[in-house]
T-cell receptor, first 113, second 115 residues
């Protein structure tokens, strides 16, 4: 059973449209991450989120991206105006105790057409 | 910057041992991880080791770390067809001014187990 549940499992969107990817932790945890994996490439860090604030972000995480935890439960990644190169598998993860471990969801495959 | 490299493919026969190799470049203290990804599934944490350790064993899995060469390996004993998956090596540097908390992944090694 995954530590976090991601929805949807697959999203197809038109270029320029906004998408929201969702992550629902099973337990009540405070530290989360988003990663992405473009087909054939490495899994890349996007952003970490702690106690309702961005803790760290990579160069990939530009103004087109935002994260929030609007209802204290769901953790969302929003891409404002999708580009073809945003097509990737997006993984949400939550930190284990002491932040040593990271437990990943099953991912959302985003296809931008 | 930090980098993690892995060979892309490994093929073994059922019952043999598999050894998946990884090299990393970070020179500070780091945690090193092995994740498994089955088709259509997410990243499953298998095991991890801190860079001051040489070895860690967990049932059929043995992690060996050569700190001098910055070489990490994952040995799977008695490999089964269910072990067929992509195995990702990752590191998380701590201290030394590097990024903390985020993982740096290799490209993954696709393990194929032939019956």
């Amino acid at each position: 059973e995954p530590e976090v549940t991601q929805t949807p499992s697959h999203q197809v969107t038109q270029m320029g449209q906004e998408v929201i990817l969702r992550c629902v932790p099973i337990s009540n945890h405070l530290y989360f991450y988003w990663y992405r994996q473009i087909l054939g490439q490495k899994v890349e860090f996007l952003v970490s989120f702690y106690n309702n604030e961005i803790s760290e972000k990579s160069e990939i995480f530009d103004d087109q991206f935002s994260v929030e935890r609007p209802d204290g439960s769901n953790f969302t990644l929003k891409i404002r105006s999708t580009k073809l190169e945003d097509s990737a598998m997006y993984f949400c993860a939550r930190a284990g105790q002491g932040r040593t471990e990271a437990f990943f969801g099953q991912g959302t495959r985003l296809t931008v057409v | 910057g930090e980098d993690v490299e892995q060979s892309l493919f490994l093929s073994v026969r059922e019952g043999d041992s598999s050894v998946i190799n990884c090299t990393y470049t970070d020179s500070s203290s780091t945690y090193l991880y092995w994740y498994k990804q089955e088709p259509g599934a997410g990243l499953q944490l298998l095991t991890y080791i801190f860079s001051n350790m040489d070895m860690k064993q967990d049932q059929r899995l043995t992690v060996l770390l050569n700190k001098k060469d910055k070489h990490l390996s994952l040995r799977i004993a008695d490999t089964q067809t269910g072990d067929s998956a992509i195995y990702f090596c990752a590191e998380r540097p701590i201290g030394g001014g590097g990024s903390q908390g985020n993982l740096i992944f290799g490209k993954g090694t696709k393990l194929s187990v032939k019956p």
